[in-house]
């Protein structure tokens, strides 16, 4: 998401740092254009699913994500890696993460699961300027 074009954050000028935190707290807390990157380990009895045609995967996996208002970007697998996927999905919030967790968990499909926010360049500018003072300055 870019912040400029979305009017979060309408110039780089001068502006009350903490204005830029409470909009990036915002975002991480509740924003439903944020990009989660999640990142998993499926259990024996998924890859039996998947070897019998990962686009079914996807597909079970998109409609998942439609399902808490979120939109995958991207699903690729990991071979010989620490985690089997990685997915990323937009147009979630932190519930809708909760929610796709919950209902993975749930399943068994996963033996271990990570969600991370994405933040690009704009977004992570957004973030930093101001946020901390050291002591005295």
Same mark, same amino acid.
């Given at each position: 998401?870019?912040?400029?074009?979305?009017?979060?954050?309408?110039?780089?000028?001068?502006?009350?740092?903490?204005?830029?935190?409470?909009?990036?707290?915002?975002?991480?807390?509740?924003?439903?254009?944020?990009?989660?990157?999640? #990142?998993?380990?499926?259990?024996?009895?998924?890859? !039996?699913? $998947?070897?019998?045609? %990962?686009?079914?995967?996807? &597909? /079970? +996996?998109?409609?998942?994500?439609?399902?808490?208002?979120?939109?995958?970007?991207?699903?690729?697998?990991?071979?010989?890696?620490?985690?089997?996927?990685?997915?990323?999905?937009?147009?979630?919030?932190?519930?809708?993460?909760?929610?796709?967790?919950?209902?993975?968990? #749930?399943?068994?499909?996963?033996?271990?699961?990570? !969600?991370? $926010?994405?933040?690009? %360049?704009?977004?992570?500018? &957004? /973030? +930093?300027?101001?946020?901390?003072?050291?002591?005295?300055?």
């Amino acid at each position: 998401m870019n912040l400029k074009r979305t009017g979060v954050v309408k110039s780089t000028a001068a502006r009350d740092p903490q204005d830029s935190f409470r909009t990036v707290r915002q975002q991480l807390r509740g924003d439903a254009s944020m990009k989660i990157m999640f #990142e998993g380990r499926y259990s024996t009895t998924a890859w !039996a699913g $998947v070897n019998q045609s %990962a686009q079914a995967r996807m &597909a /079970a +996996t998109a409609a998942l994500a439609e399902s808490v208002g979120g939109s995958v970007d991207a699903m690729y697998w990991c071979p010989g890696d620490e985690w089997d996927f990685v997915l990323i999905v937009s147009g979630i919030d932190a519930s809708g993460v909760m929610a796709i967790k919950k209902v993975v968990g #749930e399943s068994g499909a996963m033996v271990s699961t990570k !969600a991370r $926010v994405l933040l690009d %360049a704009d977004e992570f500018d &957004a /973030a +930093t300027p101001g946020m901390y003072a050291a002591p005295g300055s």
